[in-house]
């Protein structure tokens, strides 16, 4: 059974400093890894999606990078504003299911 | 729609009752999943639908939860007999066909059972 880890669990950086969330996995039998933003009472926004054979992928001031070999991705914001404050969230893609890690809260302080 | 659409967005029900949950994907997107989050928890997998093919229904906790799609469109998730434990937010997301094809979710129903 795939496990997902995400440390840390929280996180509080004042603005402008970049931030590192770091997701590992248990199988690297992976078809893709997806990276989610969860703000409070929210559903789920889709931030990146990086397949297997990607190293990274990039989308503005954020970058994610993908070690399958090792079980490991880490997400990459520049730059950070209050209004990257949220839960982001790692899910592995498997099979046709998504396994979720628990998700790095983040404070951006103004 | 422009994106997953689900209803109610919130819905607090008295214990014992059924309540149903609907889900509306993106256009075009045959595959269709629910999830589950308790409050301070992951995401648990609940059930996933690909066009006409039988749905993965292992997730689902008990025999009191049942969930069905219309062909490649609205799905719903029932509960039977709500018990306080199924207070939650209840997560439909869709995809394209295929597992390299991003998976969107939407913006969840909130259930409280008191």
């Known amino acids: 059974k795939q496990e997902v880890t995400q440390i840390p669990a929280a996180l509080s950086v004042p603005e402008g400093e970049n931030l590192v969330l770091n997701c590992s996995f248990t199988d690297s039998a992976i078809y893709n890894l997806q990276w989610f933003r969860q703000d409070p009472g929210k559903g789920l926004t889709s931030l990146l999606l990086?397949?297997?054979?990607?190293r990274e992928q990039t989308s503005g001031r954020l970058n994610a990078s993908l070690d399958k070999s090792s079980g490991r991705s880490t997400l990459y914001i520049a730059a950070s504003q209050p209004g990257d404050s949220a839960t982001y969230l790692c899910a592995v893609r498997d099979d046709y299911k998504l396994s979720f890690g628990a998700g790095t809260t983040v404070t951006v302080r103004a | 729609g422009a994106g997953v659409s689900q209803s109610p967005s919130n819905k607090v029900t008295e214990k014992g009752k059924d309540v149903e949950l609907r889900c509306d994907p993106i256009s075009g997107h045959t595959a269709l999943y629910w999830y589950r989050q308790r409050l301070g928890q992951g995401l648990e997998f609940l059930i996933y639908f690909q066009g006409n093919s039988a749905p993965d229904k292992s997730g689902l906790p008990s025999d009191r939860f049942s969930a069905e799609r219309t062909g490649e469109s609205v799905s719903t998730l029932t509960i039977q007999r709500t018990q306080q434990e199924d207070s939650a937010v209840y997560l439909c997301a869709s995809s394209l066909a295929g597992l390299g094809n991003t998976i969107y979710f939407g913006e969840g129903s909130w259930l409280t059972v008191v």
């Open positions: 990086i397949q297997s054979s990607q």
